[in-house]
C-alpha cells in the first residue's frame, strides 16, 4: 500500500467515524480512492475543475465539475462536511468560505508537512495523520 493509500484509508476511517449524511470532496483531481471508499457509506459528490474525462472515471456518476471559488452552491447544500485532500493553497480559503456559508464542517488533509495558519482551523491528528479541521458552528448533519 502506497502513501496516498495508507492516507485515504485514515481519511476514510475519520469521516466515517464522526460524519453523516452528505460528504462533498473538492479537488479530487485524478486521486479517486477517498471519494471512493466514502460512497459506500455516504452520499458523496465529487468535484474538481477538470473535465470528467481528466479524472479517474470511476467517479464520473458523483463527479461535478465546479470551481470552489465561485461554487454552484446547490452542489454543495445539506452537506455535512466538505473535504480536501492536499488542496493548493490559492483554494483553503475558499473550502472554508463555502463550508461556513452553507453550515458544513471543513477537513484538510495538506500536502506532507505544510502548516495551515488560518485561524479557524484546528490541528487535530487522527491514528498519527496531521488534519486540520473547521467545526461549524451552524454543523446540522452530523
Not at 43 to 68: C, F, H, M, Q, S
Not at 122 to 134: D, E, I, M, Q, V
Request: glycine letters at 6%; aromatic letters at 10%; charged letters at 25%.
Amino acid at each position: 500500500m502506497d502513501k496516498d493509500e495508507c492516507v485515504a484509508e485514515v481519511l476514510t476511517e475519520f469521516i466515517k467515524n464522526n460524519y453523516s449524511k452528505m460528504i462533498v470532496e473538492v479537488g479530487c483531481g485524478r486521486f479517486s480512492a477517498i471519494a471512493l471508499a466514502l460512497r459506500s457509506f455516504f452520499n458523496v459528490t465529487a468535484t474538481d475543475l477538470l473535465e470528467i474525462d481528466t479524472v479517474d472515471g470511476r467517479l464520473a456518476p458523483i463527479y461535478v465539475k465546479d470551481d470552489v471559488t465561485c461554487p454552484v452552491l446547490r452542489v454543495y447544500q445539506g452537506a455535512s462536511l466538505i473535504f480536501s485532500y492536499r488542496p493548493p493553497l490559492e483554494i483553503q480559503s475558499s473550502i472554508l468560505a463555502l463550508s461556513e456559508r452553507i453550515g458544513a464542517d471543513a477537513l484538510i488533509k495538506p500536502f506532507g508537512s505544510e502548516i495551515i495558519e488560518d485561524v479557524r482551523l484546528r490541528l487535530r491528528s487522527f491514528r498519527g495523520l496531521p488534519l486540520y479541521l473547521f467545526k461549524n458552528e451552524r454543523q446540522t448533519g452530523v
